[in-house]
Nanobody, 125 residues
Framework: QLQAFGGGSVQAGGSLRLSCAAS????????TGWFRQAPGKERAFVAA????????YYADSAKGRFSISRDNPKNLVYLQMNSLEPDDTAVYYC????????????????????WGQGTQVTVSS
């Protein structure tokens, strides 16, 4: 199982750190991604990280503002979000997969077998 938490309401320019906790059948070292779904829009990729944390991937909208990291002994994956904008308002989901075979796969939600319940992020102007 995955559980995402750390969402909340912030003003534009603020920061939040989301956390994704792995438990049960979901290994703490699975490749993990963050996706988000804004009101009226489809779910979209935000960031992802390999099992060791050695490689990270970001959507263009997240580059330079968001940072994904992991702490495998603590079974946690983080998404540090800085310089938040109203367009970042969405429900954020973490997702994990036992294996992702190539870089392109990290960007595709169908590659992820396990999903958390989502945490709401609201950014006001």
């Amino acid at each position: 199982q995955l559980q995402a938490f750390g969402g909340g309401s912030v003003q534009a320019g603020g920061s939040l750190r989301l956390s994704c906790a792995a438990s049960g059948r979901t290994s703490s070292s699975y490749p993990t991604g963050w996706f988000r779904q804004a009101p009226g829009k489809e779910r979209a990729f935000v960031a992802a990280i390999t099992r060791t944390g050695g490689t990270t991937y970001y959507a263009d909208s997240a580059k330079g503002r968001f940072s994904i990291s992991r702490d495998n002994p603590k079974n946690l994956v983080y998404l540090q979000m800085n310089s938040l904008e109203p367009d970042d308002t969405a429900v954020y989901y973490c997702a994990a997969a036992p294996v992702i075979y190539n870089s392109a796969g990290y960007y595709r939600e169908e590659q992820y077998a396990y999903w958390g319940q989502g945490t709401q992020v609201t950014v006001s102007s």
